[in-house]
């Protein structure tokens, strides 16, 4: 499966909020924080469906990649998507692993690998 995703009792801002702090222990820092539904309405489509996409990154893990592929670009940084689906608080990402494998570089696998790991077991943590 090309994505990771939890479901928590959290409301969606609680999630996100807790999101951050977790990503920050693990030195992630949100970039962007993109409110889809604000976004599409205040550009006059309905839209009733909450989604905020966070882009996330780790300064040094984004260095480290892109000297060993410039390709990796395409990946970085990372998204993780807080939303709620029929009544529950979902959070999700696209799996590290599954994106750089694109690249077929196993050196990069390892370290998409580690990311993965990370950043799942924050959100982990944000769904308990």
């Given at each position: 499966?090309?994505?990771?995703?939890?479901?928590?009792?959290?409301?969606?801002d609680?999630?996100v909020?807790?999101?951050?702090?977790?990503?920050?222990?693990?030195?992630?820092?949100?970039?962007?924080?993109?409110n889809?539904?604000?976004?599409?309405?205040n550009k006059?489509?309905?839209?009733?469906?909450?989604?905020?996409?966070?882009?996330?990154?780790?300064?040094?893990?984004?260095?480290?990649?892109?000297?060993?592929n410039?390709?990796?670009?395409?990946?970085?940084?990372c998204?993780?998507?807080?939303?709620e689906?029929?009544?529950?608080?979902k959070?999700?990402?696209?799996?590290?692993?599954?994106?750089?494998?694109?690249?077929?570089?196993?050196?990069?696998?390892?370290?998409?690998?580690?990311?993965?790991?990370?950043?799942?077991?924050?959100?982990?943590?944000?769904?308990?």
């Amino acid at each position: 499966m090309f994505h990771y995703t939890v479901e928590t009792s959290k409301t969606l801002d609680e999630a996100v909020e807790a999101l951050q702090a977790e990503l920050k222990e693990e030195k992630f820092g949100v970039l962007w924080d993109f409110n889809v539904k604000d976004t599409l309405q205040n550009k006059g489509f309905d839209f009733d469906t909450t989604y905020r996409i966070l882009e996330v990154c780790n300064p040094g893990e984004a260095k480290s990649i892109l000297e060993k592929n410039s390709l990796a670009s395409y990946f970085l940084p990372c998204k993780v998507v807080v939303y709620e689906q029929e009544g529950q608080t979902k959070i999700g990402m696209p799996k590290p692993t599954a994106l750089i494998g694109f690249l077929e570089d196993s050196e990069l696998n390892d370290q998409a690998k580690d990311i993965e790991e990370r950043m799942a077991a924050c959100m982990d943590k944000v769904a308990q």
